[in-house]
């Protein structure tokens, strides 16, 4: 009878009870979710980094255009394809006109004396990137 008693109590105390394995879940959980936002960060510094490359290569079409022709694109197009009335250029300055990493288009508005606004509106909760500097 010692034998069969010592056979239920090891019998017993094999395994983990539901309230250990639901902590080891929990922990689990957030461990996971700790990683997942660290993860989602990165991928918005990454995007950020991208619309700012993108933005630095427009600029520098904008600058190649401003040089060869005397005056600011009109538009972002006319970095590709020529416009009418624009003397000496020498394009295409892009080939294509890439959108930002949230799929939106870059905004450039002209201004005056020659300054002009490049921005990505789709930033990271809708804040605008910019250029870094507002070039004259």
Partial sequence: MKTQDVRRRNRS???????????????IGILAGLAGVRVSQRVDQSREA???ANLHTISMAISMYQVDTGTLPPNLAA???QP?????WRGPYLDILPKDPWGEDF???PGSGGSYQLYSRGGPDGV??????EHS
């Fill in 128 to 133: 605008a990137i910019h250029r870094g500097d």
């Fill in 79 to 81: 970095l590709m394809t």
């Fill in 13 to 27: 105390k094999a395994g983990f009870t539901l309230i250990e394995i639901m902590v080891v879940v929990i922990i």
């Fill in 84 to 88: 009418a009335g624009a003397r000496n």
């Fill in 107 to 109: 905004q450039y508005q």
């Fill in 50 to 52: 991208g619309a700012r």
